[in-house]
């Protein structure tokens, strides 16, 4: 400054949370919505048959079901139909009218096959249907049996395509190997930070 003062500047930059939509009830959309709380989303449920204590990390519940009225969908929101079969085509036609990076549909492959081809059928352009964006069954494979398996393998594939990531294990990209001419214990154990023992008579 002209005076010989100095000013230092904090910037915080504000970003706002992603979003996470979830058409549907029931034990796989309610573990989903905590999971997506842990994770940082900001959490949207909308389904007839939702309520707030069975969601209570949610940010919002609405029960408008097929409505869809109060809904906005951006390029920061993440789409899980989890809805069994009830409407389930009519939310994901929803859903790909905007441009989430994220739209899956949780469900057998025979079932989401179907609704794919019904979508198609009835107008839906084919481009929407096959892109990237689209994940029909949802979910990485994990095995996963139970309604928690199945949230956290649909939770995982949202935090993979946020992030670009390959989905790949992290022993094989960036696994360890046993190095050929050894260490020495001593330099382990300063680098390890480990103290030898101290002995007392």
Request: charged fraction near 20%; proline fraction near 6%; charge should be negative.
């Amino acid at each position: 400054m002209p005076c010989g003062g100095h000013m230092r500047v904090y910037i915080e930059p504000y970003l706002p949370k992603p979003m996470l939509l979830i058409f549907g009830h029931g034990r796989i959309a309610e573990t989903l919505a905590r999971l997506g709380h842990i994770m940082g989303f900001a959490v949207t449920v909308n389904d007839p048959g939702a309520n707030k204590e069975s969601f209570p990390t949610a940010d919002q519940v609405l029960t408008e079901g097929a409505g869809y009225g109060n809904l906005e969908i951006s390029s920061n929101s993440y789409v899980v139909i989890a809805t069994q079969h009830k409407g389930d085509h009519l939310s994901m036609a929803r859903a790909l009218e905007d441009n989430a990076p994220y739209v899956a549909l949780i469900a057998s492959k025979k079932r989401a096959q179907l609704v794919i081809d019904y979508l198609a059928a009835t107008g839906v352009p084919r481009e929407k249907l096959s892109g990237a964006r689209v994940h029909a069954p949802a979910g990485l494979d994990l095995g996963a049996q139970t309604p928690e398996e199945i949230a956290l393998s649909v939770i995982s594939e949202i935090v993979a395509v946020r992030r670009s990531a390959s989905c790949r294990p992290l022993a094989e990209l960036k696994g360890i190997r046993l190095s050929e001419d050894g260490m020495d214990v001593e330099e382990a154990k300063q680098m390890l930070g480990i103290c030898s023992p101290v002995f007392r008579e």
